[in-house]
């Protein structure tokens, strides 16, 4: 018989289960048979993997489902998780030729239609390469990492991916909510990354467990792809104080099947709106806090999570507060955290990413009740490993040379968020797959001196 305490565990894991139910076969295919099948279809343009979309709609419509799958996949290695999180109504959906006389074609749901079809039948989309003799070393198994991963490995090459974690996949595995992307999903991708003969070793921290220098003798090229790191501190008052949360790791351990009931009953806030902002108070909610606060500096038109995301977090009642910004948090006795002390803000001029810069309003201070704080105002940067490297960045953003994904060292190239920021790229899950794909065909061209092309 189940204990009260493993009853409501068993609970808050259902509320971990995916929501966004998938298309039934009737659905898919009268969804598939509504495209067009454009000729120059601009939602293949739209598409930063470039997927021949109206291609695998129709191979749905024709119940060609593993050729709709490996279509999808030969362009995006990711492409199971994108069709889960990708802002669809931005990239491909937004430049469907349906909007306005109709709808859009639900694209992301038909390519979750096909991949979830390869997961659940345990098929393998590709195979390695004729070995060319020659070995690439990516450091980090996020998208990014993936991705070349892939394409290295179909064009021959010998591949070894260094991943610090426990498990590759990095933000599709732990940084992504279990009720948008499940696990299964990203270590499927990983499995297909690996059946091209890539080798994948977990719990290797490059800088600690293996040095740059000893990469670079036992490859010929190495790609940097580590993301970013930590959320970092506020910088107030009372951050040491028990129940101030990293929203990185917060996520990360629920994705880790770590369900604590101590958020039940409880009143929550986060600081910040992107989307792991948004991830943070979902998560929270899930595990049974009543009331989760949203804080947020500027006004909800500078906010960076997604239309979608915000959507979904007013739909499980979170509410936000804008041009608020943390002063102080104040603890109790005990140390724990038991209020935050805020004050409005207001506009004034845009600061160097062209948004209004935030100004605190004088006299204007107010105090938040709260049992915990989530912390979600962007993430840290892997600098020490970067300059231990001696490779040329702004911040943390690496510096490349060119369009080609090379750094300042000769034969390390880099790509994924390690690259994102001072108005260099996007932070997409999409994004970092095509970068990836980018990237290993630029080492292609510089090992071997041919252009390369795709070649799953």
């Known amino acids: 018989m189940s204990t009260g305490n493993e009853m409501l565990l068993e609970k808050l894991q259902a509320n971990f289960n995916e929501v966004e139910p998938p298309l ?42 593993l050729g709709s799958a490996r279509k999808i996949m030969e362009a995006n290695p990711v492409g199971a998780s994108c ?83 426990e498990e590759a996949g990095g933000l599709d595995t732990y940084g992504i909510v279990s009720f948008r992307l499940p696990k299964r999903v990203s270590f499927w991708e990983v499995d297909q990354v690996k059946q091209v003969g ?59 099947g770590q369900l604590s009931q101590a958020f039940a009953g409880k009143k929550g806030v986060v600081i910040g709106a992107g989307n792991t902002a948004i991830d943070g108070a979902t998560c929270a909610v899930r595990l049974g806090a009543e009331n989760m606060k949203i804080l947020y500096r500027r006004s909800e038109k500078e906010m960076t999570a997604y239309d979608f995301e915000y959507e979904f977090a007013k739909q499980d009642g979170v509410e936000f507060r804008w041009l608020t910004a943390p002063k102080r948090l104040i603890g109790d006795e005990a140390g724990n955290v038991c209020a935050i002390e805020c004050e409005k803000m207001e506009l004034g001029e845009a600061d160097a990413d062209g948004r209004r810069r935030p100004m605190p309003i004088p006299d204007s201070t107010f105090t938040l009740e709260v049992d915990f704080v989530i912390k979600a105002i962007g993430q840290t940067r892997y600098t020490d490993l970067l300059e231990q490297f001696n490779i040329h960045h702004d911040g943390g953003v690496v510096t490349l ?28 899950v999409v994004t970092a797959s095509e970068q990836g794909k980018q990237t290993a065909y630029q080492v292609h061209e510089k090992l071997s001196g041919l252009q390369a092309e795709s070649t799953a």
């Open 198 to 256: 890539v080798d994948i070793r977990t719990n290797t921290r490059v800088g600690r467990d293996v040095s740059l220098e000893e990469l670079k003798e036992n490859h010929d090229a190495v790609i940097l792809s580590v993301g970013m790191s930590d959320v970092p501190m506020l910088g107030i008052e009372g951050e040491e104080l028990n129940g101030v949360h990293d929203a990185i790791e917060f996520v990360k351990q629920t994705k880790s």
């Open 24 to 65: 039934s076969h009737q659905e898919a295919f009268e969804e598939a048979s509504r495209c067009l099948y454009c000729y120059d279809a601009p939602c293949i343009t739209a598409c930063p993997t470039g997927i021949e979309i109206p291609s695998f709609i129709k191979k749905i419509a024709s119940d060609n489902l």
């Open 83 to 165: 069709a889960r999180v990708c802002p669809t109504e931005e990239l491909c959906e937004g430049a469907c030729v349906l909007n306005g006389s109709t709808q859009p074609i639900m694209i992301g749901k038909l390519q979750r239609y096909a991949t979830d079809w390869a997961i659940h039948n345990e098929k393998v989309l590709f195979k390695s390469g004729k070995p060319n003799g020659k070995s690439v070393g990516v450091i980090g198994g996020g998208p990014a990492g993936l991705s070349a991963a892939r394409e290295l490995g179909l064009m021959g090459y010998g591949v070894t991916i260094y991943e610090a974690e």
């Open 401 to 428: 040379n060119d369009d080609r994904f090379e750094t300042s060292v000769n034969n390390v190239f880099s790509c994924g968020d390690v690259i994102f920021g001072k108005g260099q790229g996007e932070a997409m």
